[in-house]
């Protein structure tokens, strides 16, 4: 028997989002920063509660694919605890810890 299908971000709909990608140059995931840029820390992400800002930073995610900075952005939920910012789905929870396969190369959630 298969595991549960999740969700995506466009039918659960939390109230707070951020835009993730894949950075072209080394492959780390990515997280859009206040005024378009990206870093590898999730708490350092743009918070996105509106439609406005949403749209806005789906295209500016759209812009980076299109400069080869970052390719596959797209919106992720996510919500603020008291240690930061965790990701609502488990494939966006691993992928801000980084690689399973290789603990040493582990981050702690949210840095």
Do not use: C, F, H
Request: hydrophobic share 45%; no cysteine.
């Amino acid at each position: 028997m298969s595991a549960p299908i999740q969700k995506s971000a466009a039918k659960t709909k939390a109230a707070t989002q951020v835009v993730t990608a894949n950075r072209l140059i080394d492959g780390l995931v990515v997280y859009l920063a206040p005024g378009g840029e990206w870093t590898e820390r999730l708490n350092e992400a743009e918070l996105l509660a509106s439609p406005e800002t949403l749209a806005a930073a789906v295209e500016a995610g759209k812009r980076s694919e299109a400069a080869r900075v970052v390719v596959e952005s797209y919106p992720i939920d996510v919500e603020r605890e008291p240690s930061g910012l965790r990701p609502l789905r488990l494939r966006e929870v691993i992928r801000a810890a980084g690689p399973t396969v290789r603990p040493d190369l582990a981050r702690p959630l949210g840095a």
